[in-house]
């Protein structure tokens, strides 16, 4: 019989690989109805290349033993120095009635280097038990009230955190909106150059060059000459830095050179003025509103050729 049965195993190709594993996922000693079983195998040495092929377990029984995921198959080791590798494969099994269970073996059909075999690896057999109840102590807590604990910080932080978030968005959008609609109402009638004109004359004179009134003095005739930026280049100037409104006002073709770097330098003496608590010398003071003046005059002065220009044409 023994002599018989190596043949049959030598003709058909099949290799003993051992016992297959069977661990409930949940970690007790006894394995319930309903527990989840995890049902597979492990192949140690496996050469890559080697092309696996496993057996449908769909057919098991949906009402007493249920397939609840299919074959998957992991890599646990990887001998780089070898090129050999340990193969894990499993599904994942359910029991819905109590008693002894033997499962089918489990059949793996690999195929390397042209050769083909069959490796089996031997079923094993478990009990199932229902779970134990006790009936009294059910009885007992059956209308038990619902245990109710106090709110802690960690769980109202977030919501918290979230209204103090939409409170700084509501705030920051309406001062957006009043700053947006107090611009609109202060939009003069008058040409941009005019009110530029109008408020550059109003810093006229010495006397706002004393140290403790030139901060103010800088400020107003850079604001003048920024609102006249945002009307004639439609740069929003009131809100830039001074780098950032000349990065803005490069490429314009009707302010010079010279003028370009005749007004950056204003905006800077300003900044280091109104920031850097600088003292600015009366021979430069002397030559801030006449230089403001100009840009708006010689900006505005090709704008009127320009129109004209067009209405020769």
Same mark, same amino acid.
């Given at each position: 019989?023994?002599?018989?049965?190596?043949?049959?195993?030598?003709?058909?190709?099949?290799?003993?690989?051992?016992?297959?594993?069977?661990?409930?996922?949940?970690?007790?000693?006894?394995?319930?109805?309903?527990?989840?079983?995890?049902?597979?195998?492990?192949?140690?040495?496996?050469?890559?290349?080697?092309?696996?092929?496993?057996?449908?377990?769909?057919?098991?029984?949906?009402?007493?033993?249920?397939?609840?995921?299919?074959?998957?198959?992991?890599?646990?080791?990887?001998?780089?120095?070898?090129?050999?590798?340990?193969?894990?494969?499993?599904?994942?099994?359910?029991?819905? =009635? /109590?008693?002894?269970?033997?499962?089918?073996? !489990?059949?793996?059909? $690999? *195929?390397? #280097? @042209?050769?083909?075999?069959?490796?089996?690896?031997?079923?094993?057999?478990?009990?199932?038990?229902?779970?134990?109840?006790?009936?009294?102590?059910?009885?007992?807590?059956?209308?038990?009230?619902?245990?109710?604990?106090?709110?802690?910080?960690?769980?109202?932080?977030?919501?918290?955190?979230?209204?103090?978030?939409?409170?700084?968005?509501?705030?920051?959008?309406?001062?957006?909106?009043?700053?947006?609609?107090?611009?609109? =109402? /202060?939009?003069?009638?008058?040409?941009?150059? !005019?009110?530029?004109? $109008? *408020?550059? #004359? @109003?810093?006229?004179?010495?006397?706002?060059?004393?140290?403790?009134?030139?901060?103010?003095?800088?400020?107003?005739?850079?604001?003048?000459?920024?609102?006249?930026?945002?009307?004639?280049?439609?740069?929003?100037?009131?809100?830039?830095?001074?780098?950032?409104?000349?990065?803005?006002?490069?490429?314009?073709?009707?302010?010079?050179?010279?003028?370009?770097?005749?007004?950056?330098?204003?905006?800077?003496?300003?900044?280091?003025?109104?920031?850097?608590?600088?003292?600015?010398?009366?021979?430069?003071?002397? *030559?801030?509103?006449?230089?403001?003046?100009?840009?708006?005059?010689?900006?505005?002065?090709?704008?009127?050729?320009?129109?004209?220009?067009?209405?020769?044409?």
């Amino acid at each position: 019989m023994n002599i018989l049965a190596s043949i049959l195993l030598v003709l058909l190709e099949i290799v003993p690989k051992g016992d297959a594993f069977l661990r409930p996922l949940q970690k007790r000693d006894s394995i319930y109805v309903g527990d989840r079983l995890e049902y597979g195998f492990e192949l140690d040495n496996v050469r890559p290349g080697t092309d696996l092929a496993l057996q449908d377990l769909k057919s098991l029984p949906a009402d007493t033993l249920a397939l609840v995921r299919d074959w998957k198959v992991d890599t646990t080791r990887f001998r780089r120095r070898e090129g050999l590798m340990n193969i894990r494969g499993s599904v994942l099994l359910a029991p819905f =009635e /109590e008693g002894d269970f033997a499962l089918p073996p !489990i059949y793996v059909q $690999r *195929k390397s #280097d @042209g050769k083909t075999d069959t490796l089996v690896f031997k079923t094993p057999v478990f009990r199932v038990a229902q779970f134990p109840l006790d009936s009294a102590r059910i009885a007992e807590n059956a209308l038990a009230p619902v245990v109710r604990y106090p709110l802690t910080y960690a769980e109202l932080f977030p919501w918290l955190a979230g209204a103090d978030i939409l409170l700084i968005a509501l705030i920051v959008g309406l001062v957006l909106w009043r700053r947006r609609k107090r611009r609109e =109402e /202060e939009k003069p009638s008058e040409p941009a150059h !005019i009110t530029a004109l $109008r *408020k550059l #004359d @109003g810093y006229r004179g010495s006397q706002y060059w004393a140290p403790e009134k030139q901060k103010g003095f800088y400020s107003g005739v850079t604001d003048a000459l920024k609102n006249y930026m945002e009307s004639r280049f439609g740069v929003d100037a009131p809100e830039m830095t001074t780098a950032e409104v000349f990065d803005a006002l490069k490429g314009a073709g009707d302010i010079s050179p010279e003028l370009f770097d005749e007004t950056r330098e204003l905006f800077e003496t300003a900044d280091f003025v109104k920031f850097a608590k600088h003292t600015a010398p009366d021979e430069y003071n002397a *030559k801030v509103v006449p230089t403001a003046v100009k840009f708006v005059t010689d900006t505005y002065r090709s704008t009127l050729e320009e129109e004209q220009e067009g209405d020769v044409l």
